[in-house]
């Protein structure tokens, strides 16, 4: 059978979310282990020995020893439109988006241009080992189109959303309510659930949709039930005070996108750094998902996220991770938790590397509610992986003479790791990192 291979290696998946270092129960390890992939899908794990048993005799074998194996990692929140503003030097967000971000993404209503930038992102992501992402496009129908074509293309787990914004923005990034209610119609009937796409309802965040065009987000939100939401909320002070300003009903920033119905457990909220206990509360209660995308929060001076005091409160608020690219400096899910790391360390908290690369792979299959197919090794699940060495820098390997645990290897992989970390990248049991 041509479509059935094994994938041998040590395999590291989660169960759930570890509660300390030593927390053996909440992951399955396999020292010499393999997956025996059929169709795209695991149909087999756990010990090299057992699982070649239940194999076909002439079944492809391929050797990662002695790399890890794990399931591919998420990518919560990125702009695809972003991948020529990384690196422009400025003082805070709001001052990032006028000065660079929206002018770039003018640049989409092009379609060769989006679809040679498409090419670079679905490259850039398996390079970094991500298999799925949560994105969002620009405002321009051109851009969904070549970010769903490339992804249908490699057969790529994607969420992503034409933005809707239709003010306080260049009038070539402008729709209007129709035209966003209109073309994110359009979006989803000519690529939601093909292949493995989904379509999310992503109104760009207050200061740029009128009262008008959050309605529109409603009929959207109500018309579709099942798809995903995304927004940006509370990231910078200047941002916050400006957005009650545009809004003077509002209780305060979460209660305007509550107030439009878009707050639920399909709601994707991009940073929610500074929320009141309130904001807090209200986001747990609806089930919505805060989305850390801690470089970029770094990069743009905009905050520490209390991803611990969040995650531990009496109303416990969801939480994913991200990269943000192009606020973010780096589509690495290993640099992003480093970055994750020292957040909570500023803040007195502790991040294990169990739990960092739990939120990578399972956590945010768990925001997204698709946890039965990707996010794990579990039998069932699509081989999306990603096969990592701790190895592969000079540095890394004589680091790695005096580790003697999972825990300590996985927390070199996240400090020190980056792309170069990255052995190989399967989508649906098919290797397909750029080499
Ligand atoms: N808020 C609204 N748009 C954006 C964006 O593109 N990036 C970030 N970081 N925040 C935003
Ligand atoms: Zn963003």
Request: charged letters at 20%.
């Amino acid at each position: 059978m041509t479509d059935t291979t094994l994938i041998r290696g040590r395999l590291l998946s989660f169960k759930r979310a570890p509660l300390s270092l030593t927390d053996t129960d909440s992951y399955l390890y396999e020292h010499d282990g393999a997956l025996l992939v059929t169709g795209g899908k695991i149909a087999a794990l756990g010990d090299y020995a057992v699982v070649k048993m239940q194999a076909p005799d002439a079944v492809e074998e391929t050797d990662h020893r002695p790399h890890l194996i794990l399931p591919g990692f998420i990518d919560c929140h990125v702009h695809f439109p972003q991948m020529q503003v990384i690196a422009s030097y400025a003082a805070n967000l709001l001052e990032w988006l006028n000065t660079y971000t929206f002018p770039e993404e003018c640049r989409f209503v092009e379609s060769d241009h989006a679809a040679r930038i498409a090419t670079h992102f679905y490259d850039e992501l398996l390079r970094h080992g991500t298999t799925t992402a949560v994105a969002y496009c620009s405002v321009h129908k051109t851009s969904a189109d070549a970010f769903f074509a490339e992804s249908l293309r490699r057969g790529m787990c994607m969420v992503g959303g034409k933005v809707m914004m239709d003010r306080n923005a260049p009038q070539g990034l402008l729709d209007t309510p129709q035209m966003g209610y209109d073309e994110t119609r359009a979006v989803i009937a000519d690529w939601h659930a093909k292949g493995r796409n989904h379509v999310a309802i992503t109104p760009r965040f207050a200061i740029t949709s009128t009262p008008g065009q959050m309605q529109a987000a409603q009929a959207l939100a109500q018309e579709f039930p099942d798809l995903f939401i995304q927004t940006h909320l509370s990231e910078n002070h200047e941002e916050i005070r400006y957005t009650s300003e545009l809004y003077p009903d509002a209780t305060d920033y979460t209660d305007i996108y509550a107030r439009y119905g878009l707050l639920g457990k399909k709601t994707l909220l991009g940073h929610a750094i500074h929320l009141s206990d309130r904001e807090a509360d209200a986001l747990s209660e609806a089930g919505a998902v805060a989305v850390h995308c801690p470089t970029s929060n770094l990069f743009l001076g905009s905050g520490l996220f209390p991803m611990k005091a969040l995650m531990r409160r009496d109303k416990p608020v969801r939480v994913a991770v991200a990269t943000d690219i192009g606020g973010g400096s780096s589509y690495s899910m290993l640099r992003t938790l480093d970055e994750a790391y020292k957040i909570q360390q500023l803040l007195g908290e502790r991040l294990n590397p169990l739990e960092s690369l739990y939120l990578m792979t399972r956590g945010n299959a768990e925001a997204l509610g698709m946890e039965r197919d990707i996010g794990t090794l579990d039998i069932g699940s699509t081989a999306d992986l990603v096969v990592l060495s701790a190895e592969k820098t000079p540095a890394m390997k004589l680091r790695m003479e005096t580790i003697r645990t999972l825990p300590e290897e996985l927390f070199l992989l996240q400090t020190m790791g980056d792309d170069r970390a990255i052995v190989e990248t399967y989508v649906a049991g098919k290797a397909l990192k750029p080499h």
